[in-house]
């Protein structure tokens, strides 16, 4: 198991209260039962919900189901963290109870098996540690990208980056439909005593920008191919080293930095300056009036340095 949440986590429930959590409506104060540190599904109650709406997270969540069994297939353990109130993440006793393969613990249900059946059995604490992301629309509301979630079952992956094709259902296809960009986590009553207990989520921060493909530099931002041709030459820096900005053989540009005979492919960015492709960077070229005025700031691994063109 293991320990403590990080201190930059938001905790939604610690053993002791359910202030953090609503009915599925979102309004009435949430119904499961909570004792000796864990919060139980009671039946008929219904879902229960986040007061707070969530994006891109990271979910730790510790859940058990009854023991002894009973039941069989769906019937037995059955409950759901549900996030954004519509891409469920299957909790079921799995522990020796067939079922079909995506309705089975750590299923996104109805769409993807786990890659193995990681259950514990009935009555034992179990971990879903999972990393979500959710879907992207454009602003005519065409799907950029679909939600994607990893899932490891007690420490082993049953979920590895899978895209989801739209909201999860029973025999039912759901394909998406645009909604806010934040939405309640829910944990499904499927009217088995479910427990859970240890609950926090650290919000994600949007992915970091892959810098643009080759051949997309010239295509996606304007310079010009005079600027570029103009670029080209060798820069030399007060007293220090010199670098050469090259034409690649696909007409974008590379730098050669630090005296070094390797070749670094930059690319123009919307605001005017370069970034290096495969790293992290920032290049940008102050024309002035002459070539002899051409002035180069590197920003690269700790070094920031300025260069004026040799004529
Ligand atoms: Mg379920």
């Known amino acids: 198991m293991p320990g403590a949440a990080p201190s930059d986590a938001v905790i939604l429930f610690d053993g002791s209260s359910l202030a953090a959590w609503r009915g599925r409506e979102g309004a009435a104060p949430a119904q499961w039962v909570v004792r000796d540190g864990y919060m139980e599904a009671a039946p008929g109650v219904g879902a229960i919900q986040t ?4 994006g891109d997270i990271q979910l730790h969540i510790e859940w058990a189901t009854p023991t002894p069994p ?8 059955n409950s759901g963290v549900i996030l954004m109130g519509r891409y469920e993440v299957q909790v079921l006793d799995s522990y020796d109870n067939a079922t079909y393969a995506d309705g089975q613990a750590g299923a996104l249900y109805g769409q993807y098996p786990p890659l193995v059946n990681a259950a514990r059995r009935p009555g034992e604490w179990q971990v879903y540690d999972i990393v979500f ?19 490891f079952h007690n420490g082993v992956l049953v979920q590895d ?4 094709w739209g909201g999860t259902a029973w025999l039912r296809p759901a394909p998406y439909e645009p909604h806010a960009a934040r939405a309640p986590l829910v944990l499904q009553d499927h009217s088995n005593p479910v427990r859970y207990r240890n609950i926090w989520v650290r919000a994600l921060p949007d992915e970091p920008a892959m810098a643009p493909r080759a051949g997309e530099a010239t295509d996606a931002h304007a310079v010009s191919a005079a600027q570029m041709a103009r670029y080209v030459g060798t820069y030399r820096a007060e ?8 034409r690649m053989p696909d007409g974008t540009l590379g730098l050669q930095l630090f ?7 930059i ?11 495969y790293t992290g960077g ?11 005025a051409l002035r180069l700031d590197v920003s690269i691994a700790e070094v920031e340095r300025s260069y004026l063109k040799v004529p």
């Open 51 to 54: 007061a707070a709406p969530l």
């Open 70 to 77: 009973k039941g069989r297939g769906q019937g037995r353990g």
């Open 133 to 151: 992301r959710g879907p992207r629309w454009n602003a005519t509301g065409t799907l950029t990208r679909p939600a994607r979630v990893t899932v």
């Open 161 to 164: 980056h899978a895209s989801l």
């Open 239 to 246: 007293g220090s080293d010199s670098c050469r900005v090259i």
């Open 259 to 265: 005296d070094r005979p390797d070749t670094m492919p």
């Open 267 to 277: 690319v123009s960015t919307p605001d005017g300056t370069f970034t290096f492709r």
């Open 282 to 292: 920032r290049v940008q070229f102050t024309p002035g009036t002459t070539s002899a």
